[in-house]
């Protein structure tokens, strides 16, 4: 029988997860952690909160003590307030000034869940951290891996990238084999409150806040030029920071369309954009990620899949290492809208051999935000 701390988060996948240990006989203990504090974080800057949010929290917490009473397990409840702002928020928002698009999830996992909460528990002596995640621990080759979950409709382990390779020994996911319908099942054959519960979606500090609204606190808006691809004012963004590639809605851009957003430039605030006549310049061939953080073991190059963004098909790559920590992932075929500042990941047989941050974009070897700004800046030219 292990000792495992279970991260119950007031949703059902997690509420299920816990009952699923506790029925295989372990010794399971839950943790309700709390790592953001919208009345202090927001009074920091002097922003306005939205008294939503703060409900939204308690109600969490409500449900997660409702669940533990319901099956009978103790609940703690952790404060992380500080270590988030620290190691998630401030690095979000530093990567959003760049010009950038982050993943706080993953960075979340990294730094929190998976790290600090993970400490926590071996600080207390619980043999395993166990959370609601859909994902798998296997093995690779021999050793210990981050498998993809059975129910590869709700698989996770897109978020899962960056957390470290030691911990894998010390966790645990016991949704990794059943699907999200099961899930529901089990929670309302055991009258759980949470059974029909939305899923959480989006990020958690902005809560029920229009994203663009929340991060102009923090980021002020700077209204600037969209420009298409032949050098021809179409519109004025509210703050290019605020888009990302590939993004569709939200342009207010008139007349024919749809356009699509193909590049930034911060220094200058301009955001590019292209008709869907033009839209091969979403595409990429090949692709720099930095950062890289293995999971696994793997002699490259390597014909491998890969994600450059969550819920996105499996894409064929070829992956080479330029150095420990930089790969090149190359496909001919052309995939779309891969974005700086996004998490790539790559498995093989399954297993996630990584992840890390794509850096710069390719289109036949040249350097795609270089191709556009070149091009912008013939046409603009040339408009003259």
Known sequence: MRK?????????????AAYLLKEQGEDVTCAFMRNWDSLTNDDILGNPTLEEDQCSQEKDWDDAQAVADKLGLPLLRIDFIEEYWTNVF???LTTYRNGRTPNPDILCNRYIKF???LEFARSKDFDTLATGHYAKIGTYHGKTALMKADDRNKDQSYFLAEINRSCLDSICFPLSSIDKPQVRRIAEELDLSIAKKKDSTGICFIGERKFRQFLSNYLPMKPGRIIDVHGHTVGEHQGVLYYTIGQRKGLNIGGTGPYYVIGKNVERNELYVAQT???????STSCIVTNMNW????ELPLAMQAKFRYRQNDQEVTLERLDESTVKATFPQGIRSVTPG??????HEDAVI?????DQVFQ???DLSVLIQETVDKGTANGR
């Open 364 to 366: 036949q070897d040249m």
């Open 90 to 92: 401030e690095q979000f």
């Open 115 to 117: 790290d600090k909460f």
């Open 295 to 298: 999971l696994a073991d793997a």
């Open 354 to 358: 990584g992840g890390g941050e794509i």
């Open 4 to 16: 495992i701390l279970v991260g119950l988060s007031g949703g059902v996948d997690s509420a299920v």
């Open 277 to 283: 006549s033009d839209e091969s310049w979403l595409y």
């Open 342 to 347: 996004q998490e790539a990941v790559f498995y």
